[in-house]
């Protein structure tokens, strides 16, 4: 049975964080298993408080779980604060370098609530050298790299500062807040240690019901998924891409705010 953790913050709609990625992870076929590193009191409309774990407790389940059961693939998500990441650094250490994993550098929500403190940064760049890939959306691409991504060619510079200078093996810059097409850009090295980017065209799916909760926890879920089976990462991106496109599609509204992310089959 082929096995996800999931490093993250707990969101109790079910619409992002922990609880999304467990639905995604059992769409693709995975068993979840899961780390909360925050729980967050929250509705469809916004988020209304985060309470970090304390630190120790999430070194404490990382541990303890990575000592009994080898994951396949792990996604970190929301870690919320800085003594969190470094812990889950700490905690990693027990994972085997072979065990691939995706790192979704969650900063802030959609409604601006904060959900990695500032301070934090350094130290969640100071992991990114150990993921297969990293996937900041535009905003979080700006933020750590300093490059308005916002056009292609800033998205670009950005794409390689996070090669450069973070010493990332693949990063994949969502274009969803893109003006226009959501086209992400795919930045890897190729065996020369040459930078390799790649546009991944996207197209704008017209939501009935407005804003979709998630997306990004699901994406990064999604690709986690697809390593843990054996994909190559551009065929894992492939498919998760596919797969949020169909989940936005489909998305419909539970609450009074954002929509949650269409139950699709993966293909
Ligand atoms: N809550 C948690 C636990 C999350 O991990 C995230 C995003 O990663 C959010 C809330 C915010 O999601 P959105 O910006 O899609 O509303």
Known sequence: ?????????????????????????????????????????????????VLPVFPSVVLDQLRTVLRDIQPDAVKIGMLASDDVVRNVILGLGELPASVPIVIDPVLQASDGKVLLERR??????????????????????????????????????????????????AVLIKGGHRDGAPDDLLASCDAQGEPQLDWLGGERIDLAGGRVHGTGCALSSAIAAGLAHGQELRAAIDVARSFVARGIAEARALGRGASFLGRVKSS
């Open 120 to 169: 934090a940064w350094p130290t969640l760049q100071g992991l990114f050298a150990r993921a297969s890939l990293i996937t900041p959306n535009l905003h979080e691409s700006e933020a750590l790299t300093g490059e308005p991504a916002a056009n292609r060619r800033g998205s670009e510079a950005a794409a390689r500062i996070f090669l450069d200078d973070f010493d990332v093996k």
């Open 1 to 49: 049975m082929t096995c996800v953790l999931t490093i993250a913050g707990s969101d109790p709609t079910g619409g992002a964080g922990l609880q999304a990625d467990l639905q995604v992870f059992r769409d693709f076929g995975c068993h979840g298993a899961g780390v909360v590193t925050a729980l967050t009191i929250q509705d469809s409309v916004s988020v209304h408080s």
